[in-house]
Nanobody, 121 residues
């Protein structure tokens, strides 16, 4: 009932930057309370990269602290992940997760299809 779409992935050299975007849309009126970015590298489990709460509190994986920044967009129901000083080990499919409430219909938790980030050495 709430669709999530990521964009902004691509190929970048080590030390470079990328900005991932995430947009949530629905035919219903809704609010997104919390956003999170996860990633999954080949042969590995999906892991939490960063999250931001309704109160704008943020949390990061130790491996990305100081390099990645999660933020909410000025446009409602959008979020971003700014990734700086990228390393080859950041190569993965990045997934956006949105958690919130649909007016009159209850809570939702939706995942995007993922966007590939490849960092070359």
């Amino acid at each position: 009932q709430v669709q999530v779409v990521e964009s902004g992935g691509g190929l970048v050299q080590a030390g470079g930057s990328l900005r991932l975007s995430c947009a949530a849309t629905s035919q219903f009126v809704f609010d997104t309370n919390a956003w999170a970015w996860y990633r999954q590298a080949p042969g590995k489990q999906r892991e939490l990269v960063a999250q931001i709460s309704d109160g704008y509190n943020t949390n990061y994986a130790d491996s990305v602290k100081g390099r990645f920044t999660i933020s909410r967009g000025y446009a409602k129901n959008t979020a971003y992940l700014q990734m700086n000083s990228l390393k080859p080990e950041d190569t993965a499919v990045y997934y956006c997760n949105a958690d919130g409430r649909i007016l009159g219909r209850g809570d939702f938790n939706s995942w995007g299809q993922g966007t590939q980030v490849t960092v070359s050495s």
